[in-house]
């Protein structure tokens, strides 16, 4: 049946289970307590045991592989622009790679996110890059980069912007300032005067194309299996050529075999190609087809 295709199914999540809530609270709470800490304590507790760095581990601190992605910078406008841009990346992009792949696999990525920046802050310690890092936005960069793996030819706009762009445009020209500010400062020895923790975001959007990856591996085989894996670039990597439109086809939906037989061949269309290929009459037949299933 079609309720049966996991994509097909309505991805509500109950409020209590939704991890994006949770990562916006958790954020928010930390935000809190850092002002608290440094505002009346005038202490840096939580930026000196919780921010990530070679020698953090050393001292074996090792939750600082996980925690730094949760402690924000309060030095300009006092971390409130930061927050917010945060939290608008975890409401769009993070509920957008949920509602595609599931709360469990949002989360395994995310967290895998989080250990590849730091990781890649590691390898960066040859290169005399050994001052702290702390930032949500290094787990963002590489969710958005996920994102741009899902969707990345369909048309967005940010806020009140009137231009249109696809999301691996945005996705490109946030990695080439992150690579512009590795190479002419980090690299030289001196955190950046963009933001901080270059490095580690360029890992962090690495590590989303292997998630991309494995998950496209996860439904190939869980949905069509084959004797041999296609791997393929995501698609904000590579060209896409235009698909073909048949002239003036249309299914007829008062014919419920017609009807099956086209929605099978748009799901095998899913399966080796996802969902990017469809055309916008596909994407309608599906979305009424679900409907009129739903009621016979």
């Not at 939704?18 to 840096?44: C, Q, R, T, Y």
């Not at 074996?60 to 990346?89: K, R």
């Not at 945005?170 to 901080?196: H, K, R, T, V």
Request: net charge neutral.
């Amino acid at each position: 049946m079609l309720s049966d295709r996991h994509y097909m199914r309505d991805s509500e999540t109950p409020v209590s289970h939704d991890p994006i809530n949770w990562l916006m609270g958790i954020l928010v709470a930390v935000f809190v307590a850092e002002h608290a800490s440094v505002g009346w304590f005038k202490s840096a507790f939580l930026f000196e045991h919780f921010g990530y760095s070679v020698d953090h581990v050393r001292h074996g601190e090792i939750w600082t592989l996980l925690t730094y992605n949760f402690i924000s910078d309060i030095g300009f406008y006092g971390g409130f622009i930061n927050l917010i841009f945060n939290l608008l990346v975890l409401h769009f992009f993070g509920r957008a790679v949920v509602g595609r792949t599931g709360r469990q696999f949002f989360l395994m990525a995310y967290f895998g996110l989080i250990l590849a920046g730091a990781l890649a802050w590691s390898a960066g310690y040859a290169l005399k890059i050994d001052w702290p890092i702390w930032d949500p936005s290094i787990a963002g960069a590489g969710l958005f980069a996920l994102f741009c793996c899902f969707h990345a030819n369909e048309g967005i706009s940010l806020f009140w912007l009137p231009v249109t762009f696809k999301p691996k445009h945005y996705a490109w020209i946030w990695a080439g300032l992150d690579l512009f500010g590795f190479i002419f400062y980090e690299m030289a020895g001196s955190p950046s005067l963009i933001w901080n923790g270059h490095l580690a975001r360029l890992g962090a959007m690495a590590a989303a194309v292997g998630f991309y990856f494995l998950y496209e591996r996860r439904m190939k085989y869980g949905l069509a299996l084959s004797s041999s894996p296609a791997v393929e670039l995501p698609r904000w990597l590579r060209k896409t050529p235009r698909a073909a439109r048949p002239p003036g086809f249309r299914v007829n939906l008062s014919n419920r075999d017609d009807l099956r037989a086209e929605v099978d061949r748009i799901l095998d269309k899913i399966n080796s190609a996802g969902f990017g290929a469809l055309t916008a009459d596909e994407r309608q037949i599906l979305d009424e087809a679900k409907d009129l299933l739903s009621r016979r």
